[in-house]
Every structure is written in C-alpha cells, then in structure tokens.
C-alpha cells in the first residue's frame, strides 16, 4: 500500500503540476487498475475516465478528515464502476459475458500465484456483473456490506444473497479448475 501523499503533493497535483499527477498515478495507479480490469469489461476507458474524474475532484479530498487517501481513490473507483455498469445496463440490458475479452496477465499476477489468480480471474468473468461486483468490491477492497448496499440501492438482505451465491460460484469454478 502506497504511503499517504503529502499536503504539498495534493495540492500541486490539484492545480494541475504534471509531475505531482504522474507520482499519485504511480502510486495508486496499479490499485484503480485492478479495481476496473476486475470489475468492467472496458478496463482501459474506465481507467482514463476515473483519473480525469480523480484530478478533477482533488480538492475535494478532506485531507484532514478520517479516510485515507487510498480509501478516498478506492471509493471514487467504485462508484464510477457502478455507475458505469447501470448505463451499460441502460444501454444493453441483455449484454453477454461473452462479449469480456479474457485478461491478460499483468504486474501483480507475476508474483508467483499465476496459475490460482487466472483461475479466479477467469471464474469472476464467468459471473454476473451484480455478483462480480460485491465480490471484488467487499472480498478485495474490504468494502463493508451495508456501504454496498447502499451504493448499489439493494436491500442489505439482497446483497448478502448475491454475495453468498457469487462466493459459492466462485469456489465450485476454481476447484474445477485445479
């Protein structure tokens, strides 16, 4: 986990230094990367729309309040996604997981656990994008259920559901896999 940027690095960032933007993107980056190739079937537009939206709402993060930089990039990263996935909703509401490229291997699947994170990978494709979501979102970032709830507008009850049965999925997939 990258450390915290400093006040100076924020606000240079905010008004627009190149090299302030190009160390938080270096910093924080990789994490708004994994978030959109986990959760979206267009990672790369995702990505670029969520750092302009990042550096256009900079001075918008309360550097003295409780939440961690990190969790103020993680928290815009998802509700972008959300919001993303209820246009394509809109757009295409009966659009096929057949139409996700597969993911290619990056950085972080180098890291010795190649083989289990494909497989999860490719299970998590295999998903729903309701269910893939909860499942990344709370599994992965560790966001609390009730804030879920909350973002995606379902029942608290709803979600656990969704929740239960993608990790069931989940598991019956990457043991088929081995």
């Given at each position: 986990?990258?450390?915290?940027?400093?006040?100076?690095?924020?606000?240079?960032?905010t008004?627009?230094?190149?090299?302030?933007?190009?160390?938080?993107?270096?910093?924080?980056?990789?994490?708004?990367?994994?978030?959109?190739?986990?959760?979206?079937?267009?990672?790369?537009?995702?990505?670029?729309?969520?750092?302009?939206?990042?550096?256009?709402?900079?001075?918008?993060?309360?550097?003295?309040?409780?939440?961690?930089?990190?969790?103020?990039?993680?928290?815009?990263?998802?509700?972008?996604?959300?919001?993303?996935?209820?246009?394509?909703?809109?757009?295409?509401?009966s659009?096929?997981?057949?139409?996700?490229?597969?993911?290619?291997?990056?950085?972080?699947?180098?890291?010795?656990?190649?083989?289990?994170?494909?497989?999860?990978?490719?299970?998590?494709?295999?998903?729903?994008?309701?269910?893939?979501?909860?499942?990344?979102?709370?599994?992965?970032?560790?966001?609390?259920?009730?804030?879920?709830?909350?973002?995606?507008?379902?029942?608290?009850?709803?979600?656990?559901?969704?929740?239960?049965?993608?990790?069931?999925?989940?598991?019956r997939?990457?043991?088929?896999?081995?």
């Open positions: 986990m990258p450390a915290e940027p400093s006040h100076d690095l924020l606000r240079r960032a008004a627009g230094e190149r090299d302030a933007r190009a160390r938080l993107l270096e910093a924080y980056g990789p994490r708004v990367w994994g978030q959109c190739r986990r959760s979206c079937p267009e990672p790369e537009d995702a990505y670029q729309e969520i750092w302009e939206k990042l550096f256009g709402r900079l001075d918008r993060f309360d550097v003295k309040g409780s939440a961690s930089f990190g969790t103020w990039v993680s928290r815009v990263t998802h509700h972008h996604l959300i919001d993303r996935a209820r246009s394509r909703a809109r757009r295409r509401p659009a096929s997981l057949d139409a996700i490229p597969p993911i290619a291997p990056t950085a972080e699947v180098r890291l010795g656990h190649r083989l289990e994170l494909e497989g999860v990978e490719q299970a998590l494709l295999a998903m729903s994008e309701d269910q893939r979501r909860v499942v990344v979102a709370h599994c992965m970032q560790g966001v609390p259920l009730t804030q879920l709830a909350a973002d995606e507008n379902v029942p608290l009850g709803t979600l656990k559901a969704r929740l239960h049965r993608a990790r069931a999925e989940l598991y997939r990457t043991r088929r896999a081995r």
